[in-house]
């Protein structure tokens, strides 16, 4: 008992921080890792004394990847619960949604979602005021591969993605850059997020003879597409995944038909493989080893989005305390943050603070991840 | 590497199509069993399937149970289900309307769905294949071993079922309380007996389909809805009531959205199978092999 | 409900108009309101349902379809060629009105199991179309900058004027519906669910009316798709899909199916289940709504409408 008074007295005041992520539902292999990546820096952070002695308070709550609830739940948390910042949404097409929110309510929004249209207002081709991101775009992941291909000499190339918000981003970055880098897309198929067969599509593209394929797809059906991929005979075609095939688990499922598949990753993925120099290597080994310990789980890419939020508004809390805009005002300046999935260097004009240097393209060896040069 | 040729393209696409089409055809018959006994179409059709291909995962990879002891476990514990369906939503419903019967299946189906969701996850899984995945290459097109299971099972069904319900004693009881059950119940056939054998034995079929096909296309909690839909719909397609036409509707159906996915567009690929439904149901709703008397005189 | 009671609907306005202040008043209930917004716009969808299921008797498991309808094209319209809002929800709504009598003609002469599964195909492949069609609709990813509405100036920019706005419309589609009911047109309904044959024997145009409630019902839905899609300012497909259609059936089924209050009651219940109450229960929330739905088809038919019968029914013994 004695202890537990010591540890109220121990804080002095408290910060709150809100989040909301798809915790449940359709996304919730973004949300559920994000959550618990959150709760465990909370939790690490609070037992070394708290952001200048103050308690950090996460309240979070999840979406359920469903709009409605995104947007009543970001509104309760600025509102009713009154958080200095909120980090989160998991979901792009969500993130877009609450934007309107934040902007109103002049309260910081780290997002945790991948679309470059979170920090790109489309009508004045600034970022929006309030609203930041940590996932590197899309088109980050794209000019990786393409580069890797260049380098192959390789251009003609099939891609297929899956219809939702995640492919479709991805396959208009791959149309949009393709012609920078010299690609010729000879293919453009798409499937379902609950497709289970993708013979149909992949039989199309066998038929077009590219010298590799790209696919942009999350969730079951990318390891299905593998299969496929495999069983129809096609190994003999490069295929490229997005970043979104990054977790051992995938390869996993993949059961031995992932070998040699290429994909480009964030540095978290591969903190083992990382240098000892590389100037990532200590955070992401370090998340690496809480969160297998702590959740007995694989570590999962996404997750490490949500610890790049929620540090870098922890960071902004420990410099200029709570006041909404003295942390908007801050995380705009910040340079040099070494985060999970790269090192952040945001300005007015990019609320994103990432380069295509935040991803490394990786190899399926062996079972494991290798880095490729 | 070459560019292959059209023809094989089709033909894989054939083949990919009869494939899925067997799964879509034994949901089909699944539904005609209750269809043909009750007059009740049971939305949680789909679910049994998914449940197929969840529980052998976990008795066969989980639990390490050997491949000949799992498929008939499996078998008996989705069917437990597939009674325990009709013992909780459909019996007790005192006063049956085709609403009330409508939303009791569907009542069924999503709790269902929520329970697998909370002992499996929402992860996909994975069942290693019956006899490998070392494929064979058939004049350009690729077919996996496993593909021939599913097919084949198909026509287990097909030969089992037509005899049990020609032959047998239970079978022609069943199908008599289809056409008239209080003539059946007269000359003492037990109705609400028959009623839970058909939900046994469609839930046993759908566990078929499932555990066959779960190591070609992986299994998650929420793959039922749209089996159910696209089972219905080869259903219609060949005449509700009717097994042959439903294994007809069914590779034809799965043909359709094969063929409609190749050569058309591989977005709408699930709307394939739903238009059709709309055609047939707009136009011929008692489908290639039902006959319009039949299905006038059917209650709903 | 044989009268127009006047009463219950005059109570029931009270406490509309009072509750945002008093929500106010209690920390933990400060966020009701905008919930209770979204309660209003699933209420003008359920609204129209309850008459089609309840009163004619023909189900739909895909009204999600005219809800998106509504939402998207408000939100096109809106959003890419700048139209003022109020003409695009009209426009939407007569968009849903052709719809639903070229969807409804051939498929209202099915019964039951077939025009369930003719309602549920048709969900479903306009929810198809929302995601594929990319250019008109975003695809997956939504349609963001949906603006809000404004009347003369006015705008409707907080959650309060939001709420009146939206119940202001419920409560009068409320009293149009009601009205219906008590009128020829009910009458016709009512016998039209007791048996069609005897219904055109008797004169009554049954295709006629069928289709003409199921065509009021889609034209609501239309109408509470145009308010959702300028309260978010935000639309994507996902909304729209086959569990939602299935929701609303849920909100019917346990509000009582031949009871317009019940629709309000159930669809009030349901919103703040799914939105409020159940948050603490996420993985169970699925469990939960077949749980509620199996409990109400089972058990109480009636739905909650029918609660007050069952218990003037024990005190009589």
Known sequence: ?373 | MEKITLASQLLQYLITGLTVGSVYAMVAVGFNIIYNVTEIINFAQGEFVMLGGLIMVFLHVAMGLPLILAFPATIILVTLVGIFLDRLAIRPIRRPSVLTLIIATIAVSILIKGTASLIWGKDPFDLPAFSGRNPITFLGAVVQPQYFWVIGFLIITAIALSIFFDRTILGKAMSACADNPNAASLVGINVKQMIMLSFALSAAIGAVAGITITPISLMEYDRGAMLAVKGFAAAILGGLGSFPGAILGGLIMGSIESFGAGLVSSGYKDAFALIVLLVILFFKPSGLMGSIEISRIKRF | MLRIAKLPIAVFALFILVFPWTARQIPAIEHYPDIMVFAGIYCLITIGLSLLMGYAGQISIGHAAFFGIGAYISGILTTNYGMNPWACMGIGMAVTAVVAALVGTPSLKLKGHYLAMATLAFGIIIFIIFNEETQWTGGPDGMPGIPGLSLFGFEFDSVERYYYLVWGFVIAAFIFTVNVIQSGTGRALRAIHASELAAGAMGVDVSQFKILVFVYSAVLASLAGSFYAHYLNFVNPATFDLFFSIKLLIMIALGGMHNIWGAIVGTGLITFLSNEWLQYFEEFEVIVYGAILLFVTVLLPEGLAGVPGIVKGWFRR
């Open chain 1, 1 to 373: 008992m004695g202890l537990l008074i010591s540890q109220a007295n121990a804080f002095d005041g408290a910060y709150k921080v809100g989040g909301v992520f798809s915790v449940t539902g359709r996304a919730s292999f973004l949300g559920d890792p994000e959550k618990k990546t959150v709760e465990m820096l909370a939790e690490k952070i609070n037992a070394a004394g708290g952001i200048n002695g103050k308690k950090l308070e996460l309240v979070i709550y999840d979406d359920e990847g469903d709009a409605t609830k995104c947007n009543l739940k970001v509104k309760k948390l600025i509102t009713n619960d009154k958080v200095c910042a909120v980090i989160g949404p998991s979901l792009s097409g969500l993130s877009l949604a609450v934007i309107p929110v934040a902007e109103k309510h002049k309260t910081p929004l780290v997002s945790c979602a991948a679309s470059y249209k979170i920090v790109h207002n489309e009508k004045t081709g600034k970022p929006y005021k309030w609203v930041f991101k940590t996932p590197q775009s899309d088109s980050m992941a794209v000019e990786a591969i393409y580069m890797h291909l260049k380098n192959r000499g390789i251009n003609k190339i099939a891609i297929m993605s899956v219809t939702s918000g995640y492919g479709a981003s991805g396959r208009s970055e791959l149309i949009r850059l393709a012609p920078e880098y010299n690609m010729n897309i000879i293919a453009d198929e798409k499937y379902g997020p609950k497709d289970t067969d993708m013979t149909a599509q992949l039989t199309k593209i066998k038929g077009m003879a590219p010298a590799a394929i790209v696919n942009w797809s999350i969730g079951p059906t990318q390891v299905t597409m593998i299969r496929n991929w495999k069983d129809l005979g096609m190994t003999a075609i490069p295929l490229y995944q997005s970043h979104g095939f990054g977790s051992r688990k995938n390869i996993e499922l993949a059961g031995g038909a992932a070998e040699g598949v290429l994909c480009p990753l964030g540095a978290c993925n591969i903190a083992e493989q990382l240098p000892a120099d590389h100037p990532q290597k200590s955070v992401t080994m370090d998340y690496l080893k809480s969160y297998t310990a702590k959740y007995n789980e694989p570590l999962s890419s996404f997750g490490g989005h949500g610890w790049d939020a929620l540090q870098l508004v922890v960071d902004a809390l420990s410099a200029v305390g709570d006041d909404k805009a003295a942390i908007r005002d801050y995380l705009e300046k910040k340079q040099g943050f070494v985060g999970q999935h790269g090192i952040f260097n945001f300005s007015p004009d990019d609320h994103n603070g990432l380069t295509k240097a935040a991803f490394s393209m990786v190899i399926v060896k062996d079972n494991d991840w290798a880095l490729v040069d």
